[in-house]
């Protein structure tokens, strides 16, 4: 059994401003929806629901494993699309968050799932600490009592089973779950909130969003840098394309310069070291191998440190073959292994003006960058 999350995306968010709503808006050069999902993702909740607007069930860009579903006129007709999306013998607990919270921590995140170890529901909060008036006409008409009053956030969370059943008897209308869950009798843990953790809604969110997210970023950068002679054959593997050539490079693997070039870069920013320590080339079982292997693995560290690759850069240095006929579909394939847009990776390729042994023609060099975000 998992916890799995669903994220609701489907508003408009007019008060936010902008031609576009606000979860596709930028911010700290991301959409707002790919950093609240990538919050998600890094607290390892499983599967991630994410509930759009009818007309934007294929907006782009979007992870390949996320479920999309239509949502509803209304928030809570949105979380029952995004309720039906789950499997209950699969599915113990569903933390339901809003897209516009693209900053939340991870430890508000894990403070409600270990609140659902014992509690059927569990929702963070802060404590309400500026005075709160009652007013009328433009002048305060009263005070309010603020003993005992917490601001809401997301995410909530619930037992699958008894949230389904609270939706299913809700007559809707509900500003969030916590008020359907208590509707239906359920008791809700408060657990701790945090001031990051701010929901965009009106233009000046927008500032104060991109100011917390610059100030967490972790920006990675490493480059690497690969050699292979050629040697007989009659193609060589570049950037994981089969070129024909009248010549094969050398080496342990596939010898596919570009790619083993793109790997060490990802490996350096992640200070790994290069792809001798992850497989000697004294290992025989790595003779001939695809050099995919080699990129998927440095991609999946990266991701289990937490990182995501934002781009990477290759250059391939030769005189012969000609790369530019190739570039677009080595960019293609290079983003499919690695999991990014096409746009977020460069293949392109210089020569030496025939000085050094690629002048001669005796082997191809590449050279990469890759920048890594956290």
């Known amino acids: 059994m998992t916890d799995a999350a669903i994220i609701v995306a489907a508003g408009r968010g007019t ?10 808006q930028p911010l700290a050069g991301r959409r707002v929806a790919d950093w609240t999902i990538d919050a998600i993702r890094a607290a390892g909740l499983s599967p991630v629901v994410i509930v759009l607007h009818p007309e934007e069930l294929d907006a782009p860009g979007l992870p390949a494993d996320l479920i999309r579903v239509a949502g509803g006129a209304t928030r809570d007709a949105s979380v029952r699309a995004g309720l039906a999306a789950l499997d209950p013998d699969r599915v113990e607990n569903v933390l339901i968050h809003d897209v516009a919270r693209p900053c939340v921590p991870v430890a508000v995140i894990e403070g409600v799932r270990r609140a659902l170890q014992t ?5 963070p909060g802060l404590p309400v600490t500026d005075a709160l008036w009652v007013g009328a006409d433009g002048a305060v008409a009263g005070i309010q009592p603020r003993d005992g009053l917490f601001r809401a956030q997301t995410p909530q969370g619930f037992r699958l089973a008894p949230l389904l059943a609270a939706h299913a008897a809700h007559p809707g209308g509900a500003a969030d779950d916590v008020e359907v869950a208590r509707h239906a009798g359920l008791s809700v843990t408060i657990t701790p909130g945090h001031e990051d953790n701010l929901k965009i809604t009106h233009p000046g969110d927008f500032t104060r969003a991109e100011k917390i997210l610059r100030g967490q970023m972790d920006i990675r950068m490493g480059n690497g840098f690969d050699v292979h002679a050629f040697e007989e054959g009659d193609h060589v593997w570049l950037c994981g394309v089969k070129v024909a050539h009248d010549k094969a490079l050398k080496g342990h693997s596939d010898a596919d310069v570009g790619m083993h070039a793109v790997t060490d870069a990802i490996y350096g920013a992640l200070a790994e070291g290069d792809i001798g320590r992850h497989f000697p080339p004294s ?7 695809a050099s995919h292997i080699f990129l998927r693995h440095a991609v999946q560290l990266a991701a289990e440190k937490g990182f995501r690759i934002s781009n990477v850069d290759c250059t391939l240095i030769c005189e012969r073959p000609k790369i530019g006929p190739h570039a677009a579909a080595m960019q293609q394939v290079m983003a499919e292994i690695m999991g990014m847009e096409v746009a977020r990776v460069s293949v392109k390729a210089t020569t030496s003006e025939r000085l050094g042994f690629t002048g001669r023609e005796e082997g191809i060099a590449a050279i990469a960058t890759a920048v890594l975000i956290a």
Not at 15 to 24: S, Y
Not at 119 to 123: D, I, N, T, W
Not at 283 to 289: C, L, R, S, V
């Open 283 to 289: 290992d025989p079982q790595w003779k001939g191998a």
């Open 15 to 24: 008060r936010a401003g902008g031609d576009i709503p606000k979860q596709w």
């Open 119 to 123: 509690a059927e529901a569990a929702a």
